[in-house]
Nanobody, 118 residues
């Protein structure tokens, strides 16, 4: 079974950057679309970005367009989310999963906390 592990979260000041990693244990991610999702306190989980499993095309939610970049390193079997110009409203637990649609995504990781605060 696919097991995904997120890392790279932390505390950063507004305007700062973080790079999240989503690594697979035991299975190659090549054929899977991989999505990044986030859940802020008191809010529903939402989609942030996704990379397809076929042509590596990407999708970004409107709030992160132009600030976040998703990429896939097939040699390292890892998907990254580069987050720049972070704002307090980006504070959330970030999850990766296999799939681009929240309702259909599977093999959720345990999440990594991102806190943007001065």
């Amino acid at each position: 079974q696919v097991q995904l592990v997120e890392s790279g979260g932390g505390l950063v000041q507004p305007g700062g950057s973080l790079r999240l990693s989503c690594a697979s244990i035991g299975y190659t991610l090549d054929a899977y679309p991989i999505g990044w999702f986030r859940q802020a306190p008191g809010k529903e989980r939402e989609g942030v970005s996704c990379v397809s499993g076929t042509d590596d095309s990407t999708y970004y939610a409107d709030p992160v367009k132009g600030r976040f970049t998703i990429s896939r390193d097939r040699a390292k079997n890892t998907v990254y989310l580069q987050m720049n110009s972070l704002q307090p409203e980006d504070t959330a637990v970030y999850y990766c999963a296999a799939g681009c649609q929240l309702e259909l995504a599977d093999y959720w990781g345990q999440g990594t906390q991102v806190t943007v605060s001065s």
